[in-house]
């Protein structure tokens, strides 16, 4: 296999005037005609670093390449003139960008944005460039493309966005595409359909794919060939299988034995349900009205939750799953009146649905929310000790200053971190710790019930252990119940004692989680299985027949 790429002795260091740091040292690997071959790594292991040094995406104010070289067709990318690089960029090696909605232009309709570079490197006129543009979205799945062409960013759903950045990566059938983590915010169904798609797609241009992930079931099921980083050096690299299978570095070993794995017996799940419920959902539905023309009048309306009847009991977790859009994170704020529904909702025995907002407020302390970005939800303004101060102050005015404090520094040591952190503030943290400072915000008003929405979906796949991990130690300690919402079903199986599965507003399956996931009874439960599993199936068939 002919060598495509060559990068030897790469390092990179960031910084500003005389102070630089490296950040990647002394990267080693190659890239071969025809190769998929991935980074894998936490956040700030460098990954991301590497790959975008191959188009020199780096601003020179702030990096510098330390040592080392990129050769590509015999001539080292980092000695280049710009304008050669720039003739590569989008020509030769293409890019797949991490968050679509941020990577594309709002302002432009996408045919536009696909066509760019067919103006600048293909020399196309404008009837043969939307020709091809037209061929570009049907290849990557998008329904009627020429329906699509004047369609803007904001328009399109996640997967079709993704679909849009690998379309407007190909449109000059490049040699190299780079795929900085394509699926990380899309479902698991969406997840697998792009991942298929690159496959059909890599085959079809025969070209190579160098694949940036933390996700360690989409790399085994993806690539070829995977370089494993770790703070900023190459720890282990080789065949996918050899990797996988005989890990030799204890870093990937660790990374390796980080899957999510059940926490509890059947037996806890079955005691649970003796007890009578806390939190009960009978015939919840929440609608949103679509309204249109001059007089903003009702023509229709989304169906968020349909008729859906839940029980929750003391020191239980109950998983809510399904794809974007199902419903349920409506289904959790509607259950804690944070959304306006219809339907019977009982919590502790007490019929919240029909009280007033004054009525409710003493119960808000019961009730709390652990959102999906620890960073959005934290305010950068704030302190840690204010922001855990704030709900003290509200719910428990007869604490001083003294008796806050002191309850401050014992919620952060419960979560795992240190007490002299209440000074800092929500940037000085990284993420897992910021998910902890959340939670410790949730949990020092003592709730029986909280809402976790996708509290792990933005965390590395060790980080995301430990989080669950001290979840699950939270709750054994404070008998806390636990609605949690997530479409990465690892998770739930690992965490959740029943699971509801939702699509398009309606409850399609319920169970114990063994039941579910070992016995699933609805087609589209079994579809969301398919996709989350889907590589360990294939490497344990690839297994067995050898």
């Known amino acids: 296999m002919d060598k495509l790429v060559s990068i030897d002795n790469l390092s990179v260091a960031f910084g500003l005037g005389e102070e630089f740091d490296n950040v990647v040292h002394g990267a080693s690997f190659d890239i071969h005609a025809g190769q998929k071959l991935a980074l894998v790594g936490e956040s700030g292991s460098g990954k991301s670093v590497t790959a975008l040094s191959l188009l020199r995406l780096h601003d020179p104010v702030f990096s510098r390449y330390s040592s080392g070289s990129i050769i590509y067709q015999d001539k080292d990318i980092l000695e280049m003139p710009m304008q050669e690089v720039e003739q590569i960029r989008g020509q030769d090696i293409a890019m797949i960008f991490q968050e679509p909605m941020t990577a594309l232009n709002p302002l432009y309709p996408i045919g536009n944005q696909i066509a760019e570079s067919l103006y600048l490197h293909e020399n196309l006129d404008r009837a043969s460039a ?40 190909l449109a000059c059938r490049p040699k190299l595409l780079i795929a900085d983590e394509p699926t990380t915010a899309l479902d698991v169904t969406i997840q697998k359909q792009i991942l298929e798609l690159l496959d059909e797609l890599q085959a079809e ?23 494993v980083m770790e703070k900023g050096y190459i720890v282990e690299q080789g065949g996918i299988n050899a990797v996988f299978d005989r890990p030799q570095h204890p870093y990937t070993q660790q990374l390796l034995a980080s899957e999510p794995e059940p926490m509890f017996e059947d037996s806890e799940t079955e005691k649970l349900l003796q007890q009578e419920p806390l939190l009960v959902g009978e015939a919840v539905n929440c609608h949103f009205p679509i309204k249109a023309g001059f007089f903003r009048r009702q023509v229709g309306e989304v169906r968020a939750v349909n008729n859906v009847d839940i029980e929750l009991h003391p020191g239980e977790t109950v998983g809510i799953v399904g794809e974007s859009g199902s419903g349920k994170t409506t289904l959790g704020m509607s259950l804690l009146q944070l959304q306006h529904s219809k339907g019977q909702i009982y919590f502790n025995n007490h019929r919240i649905d029909s009280m007033s907002e004054a009525q409710i407020r003493p119960l808000r302390r ?12 934290l305010s950068p303004r704030m302190n840690i000790e204010q922001i855990i101060s704030e709900g003290l102050q509200l719910h428990f005015p007869e604490f001083d200053q003294e008796q806050r404090l002191q309850k401050i520094v014992d919620v952060l040591q419960e979560v795992g971190l240190d007490a002299d952190m209440i000074h800092r503030y929500p940037h000085e943290f990284s993420g897992g710790q910021r998910q902890r400072i959340a939670i410790a915000r949730s949990i020092v008003l003592e709730p029986k019930v909280i809402l976790l929405d996708e509290p792990t979906s933005a965390l590395d796949i060790s980080v995301q252990k430990q989080v669950l991990q001290l979840l699950r130690d939270l709750q054994l300690r404070h008998r806390m119940s636990y609605l949690f919402i997530s479409h990465d079903l690892k998770v ?15 409850v399609v399956e319920r169970g114990s989680t063994e039941q579910v996931f070992e016995n699933p009874q609805n087609p589209y439960t079994r579809q969301l299985l398919d996709a989350s599993l889907f590589s360990q199936q294939d490497a344990q068939r690839s297994l067995e027949a050898s």
């Open 205 to 227: 241009f025969n070209m190579s794919v160098l694949l940036i992930s933390h996700d360690l079931n989409l790399v085994h099921h993806f690539a070829d060939y995977v370089c």
């Open 492 to 506: 739930i199986r690992s965490i959740a004692h029943r699971v509801i599965v939702m699509k398009e507003g309606d």
């Open 130 to 169: 939307k020709k091809w543009v037209i061929k570009l979205l049907g290849k990557v799945g998008i329904s009627e493309p020429e329906k699509r062409l004047d369609a803007f960013p904001h328009m399109l759903s996640g997967g079709q966005r993704q679909r849009v950045m690998i379309a407007m990566a």
């Open 366 to 377: 019961q009730m709390q929310m652990v959102f999906q970005d620890p960073f959005s939800s």
